[in-house]
């Protein structure tokens, strides 16, 4: 990446290479600062202690002690109710794997029933085909849906 000759020209006037080394400053002499020496937290910290006054530093700290105290009781509650959902959840997948397993056995059962009623009307058929003919023109068979 190249940066134009206004830019260098830009950050030269502050002994600078780039933005990187050029921070601004809230309070003090000029508005820019450079950044030598000092990783950029440590400045920001240096900057903020010498430009805030002792008030404003009480008040910052009362604030994020507030905040601490809101996350802190939002957490608790945010535990509990974790711990709710665990035991809730727990409950109803027992009941649930319960009903599912009866499905299944009811599904089974059902499978079953109509296996033996085919069996029964296929010899039915077979021992009295007049007799099926004529009752399927009366009651024709239902049509079945397919989901």
């Known amino acids: 990446m190249t940066i134009s000759a ?38 920001v910290a240096k900057e903020l202690i010498n430009a805030t006054s002792e008030a404003d530093l009480k008040q910052m700290e009362q604030e994020q002690t507030e905040c601490l105290a809101i996350y802190q009781s939002t957490h608790q509650r945010l535990e509990a109710f974790n711990e709710f959902s665990k035991a809730r959840y727990q409950n109803i997948n027992k009941h649930f794997e319960s009903h599912t397993a009866m499905l299944k056995g009811m599904k089974h059962d059902l499978d079953s029933v109509f296996a033996k009623l085919r069996k029964i009307k296929s010899k039915l058929e077979q021992k009295y085909p007049e007799e099926m003919r004529q009752a399927q023109e009366r009651h024709p068979p239902a049509p079945i849906d397919e989901d």
């Open 6 to 43: 206004s830019a260098t020209n830009f950050f030269s006037e502050f002994g600078c290479e780039n933005a990187r080394d050029l921070v601004f400053r809230r309070s003090g002499t000029p508005d820019y600062a450079l950044y030598i020496g000092m990783s950029l937290p440590q400045h």
